[in-house]
C-alpha cells in the first residue's frame, strides 16, 4: 500500500513557475515508477509528465515539453514536477500515481495508487 500527499500548487501568473511535491509513504518507493496527471474543469484526466522506477527515463506530453521537468528523489520518498513559463491552459488540479515496477507510463489506468490531488491556477 502506497500513499501519496501532492503539494505545491496554488495561483500564479502567466509566465510565472511552480514547483509540485508528491511525498510517498512506505518504504518502496523506489519500486514505483511515478507520473503526474492532470485534470482541468470539464475536461478528462490528461498524461502530463511520468519517470521510471530507477529515475533514468523520463517521458513527457508535448504540451509540456520544454517547460515541465519531472524528477524524484528516492532517499526522501518524493517526486517533483518542475513547471516554469506556466500558460492559463495549464490550469487544472495535478494528480501523482504510483506505478509498481513501471517504465513511466502515460496511460493513468497503468498507476495503482494516486493522490488527492493539488489545484494550480494560472492567471492571464
Known amino acids: 500500500q502506497v500513499q501519496l500527499v501532492e503539494s505545491g500548487g496554488g495561483l500564479v501568473q502567466a509566465g510565472g513557475s511552480l514547483r509540485l511535491s508528491c511525498a510517498a509513504s512506505?518504504?518502496?518507493?523506489?519500486?514505483?515508477?511515478m507520473g503526474w496527471f492532470r485534470q482541468a474543469p470539464g475536461k478528462e484526466r490528461e498524461f502530463v509528465a511520468a519517470?521510471?522506477?530507477?529515475?533514468?527515463?523520463?517521458d513527457y506530453a508535448d504540451s509540456v515539453k520544454g517547460r515541465f521537468t519531472i524528477t524524484r528523489d528516492n532517499a526522501k520518498n518524493t517526486v517533483y514536477l518542475q513547471m516554469n513559463t506556466l500558460r492559463p491552459e495549464d490550469t487544472a488540479v495535478y494528480y501523482c500515481?504510483?506505478?509498481?515496477w513501471g517504465a513511466g507510463s502515460s496511460m493513468g489506468a497503468d498507476y495503482e495508487y494516486w493522490g488527492q490531488g493539488t489545484q494550480v491556477t494560472v492567471s492571464s
Open positions: 512506505g518504504r518502496t518507493f523506489s519500486t514505483y515508477a
Open positions: 500515481g504510483a506505478d509498481r
Open positions: 519517470i521510471n522506477w530507477g529515475g533514468g527515463s523520463s
